[in-house]
């Protein structure tokens, strides 16, 4: 299974972007629930936020609760990632993956990661 990020760019703080993460070479894996993560320069990968396979589930790292939303769409096999009021911490490298278990923030736990896109965010 391959999964490919896209949609990172340059905006302002207080801007937005959608990212989409597609998903290819797995038709099972509508099956598995998908998650991003980011990972800032010198800094450890960090959890972002996740979703059920059924696109119903969700849940997120506290730091975006509120500002960014996931979403899913199977039929199109692509995870998106609304980001709203971005800050400048919010830079990083957004990367997407797929996890067997519901829940967990664990890097550990995810698994066929993609190339990530380039979030920056300007103060």
């Known amino acids: 299974v391959q999964l490919q990020a896209s949609g990172g760019g340059l905006v302002q703080a207080g801007g937005s972007l959608r990212l989409s993460c597609s998903v290819s070479?797995?038709?099972?894996?509508?099956?598995?629930?998908l998650g991003w993560f980011r990972q800032a320069q010198g800094k450890e990968r960090e959890f972002v936020a996740a979703?059920?396979?059924?696109?119903?589930?969700?849940y997120y790292a506290d730091s975006v609760k509120g500002r960014f939303t996931i979403s899913r769409d199977n039929a199109k096999n692509t995870v998106y990632l609304q980001m709203n009021s971005l800050k400048a911490e919010d830079t990083a490298v957004y990367y997407c993956?797929?996890?067997?278990?519901?829940?967990?923030?664990?890097?550990?736990?995810?698994?066929?990661w993609g190339q990530g896109t380039q979030v920056t965010v300007s103060s």
């Open positions: 979703i059920g396979w059924r696109g119903v589930s969700t």
């Open positions: 993956a797929r996890v067997g278990l519901f829940g967990t923030q664990d890097l550990a736990d995810f698994d066929s």
């Open positions: 070479g797995d038709t099972f894996t509508s099956n598995y629930a």
